[in-house]
């Protein structure tokens, strides 16, 4: 559900800030056409998956930030939201009602006190899955071990979803990380190009939105990998095995594509 809740609050937001342009100067407006619903939603999303919350609410922000919504509102929300993160996380360990009305709460908590602890030494609270992605690291070096050929997969928990750009280190090496790197940051500027074209304020919404929400999982996926920030669980967008991952991936694939069209057409006299 929140593969189909990513694609349509983003299709929703860019619509609503195409068409309510003119009156999102006002936080009362901003708050009932384009921010009430994008919290909604992170709301639903919440109790289950963090990270994803997370990642839909920050979709949402940069939307914002590309349709031209006042810096002071996205400021005072990204503050309201950092505050919101840490009560979440300190009713969650040091009080018993964060875990009664989020259950999941406890698994964030843990993540995030083992990536810090480790950044201190201690060695035994280390996650399990982080360690095995930096061994799958460390084995592949600069040109990897060849196609197939790692030995980490049968290890590392979620070797094909959560840490697979481990695995395409491992397998392809430092070079292979960077091109996987190198392609999404191709779509990403692909993306801002289509914009940049179209004539439909709609359509340059939703292409930035759309690209930006693929390439941003992504990076987030290639950071838990390296250790750079705790486990998310999200995947690596069209390479991780999943089904309405992948899905979904392809449909917003498929509307910027179709946006892409409409613009060349334009540019052609043929629309």
């Not at 995030?112 to 930096?134: H, M």
């Not at 999943?242 to 052609?268: E, H, N, W």
């Amino acid at each position: 559900p929140s593969d189909i809740a990513k694609l349509a609050i983003l299709i929703y937001m860019a619509r609503q800030i195409s068409k309510q342009r003119d009156y999102l100067d006002n936080l009362k407006d901003l708050v009932w056409y384009v921010l009430g619903p994008l919290l909604l939603v992170c709301a639903l999303i919440l109790p289950n998956n963090f990270s994803t919350a997370a990642l839909v609410f920050i979709n949402g922000l940069v939307l914002m930030f590309v349709g031209k919504i006042r810096i002071k509102f996205i400021a005072g929300i990204i503050g309201i939201a950092f505050v919101g993160a840490i009560t979440i996380y300190s009713a969650a360990k040091f009080t018993p009602f964060g875990t009664k009305i989020m259950p999941r709460s406890a698994t964030w908590v843990s993540r995030i006190d083992s990536f810090f602890i480790d950044a201190e030494g201690d060695e035994q609270t280390k996650d399990f899955q982080q360690t095995q992605a930096l061994v799958a690291i460390q084995n592949g070096g600069v040109t990897g071990l060849g196609p197939g050929k790692s030995t980490q997969r049968s290890i590392l928990p979620y070797s094909s979803s959560d840490f697979i750009y481990a695995i395409i280190i491992e397998e392809y090496g430092l070079l292979g990380g960077i091109m996987a790197l190198l392609f999404y940051l191709i779509l990403m500027f692909r993306a801002i190009r289509i914009s940049l074209r179209i004539e439909s304020v709609f359509g340059s919404l939703l292409s930035i939105g759309l690209m930006f929400s693929l390439v941003f999982q992504a990076l987030i996926n290639m950071l838990v990998s390296v250790e750079i920030i705790p486990v998310t669980g999200q995947t690596l967008p069209l390479i991780s095995m999943g089904g309405t991952s992948i899905v979904f991936s392809c449909i917003a694939i498929g509307i910027v594509l179709s946006i892409s069209r409409d613009a060349t057409d334009r540019a052609y006299g043929k629309a």
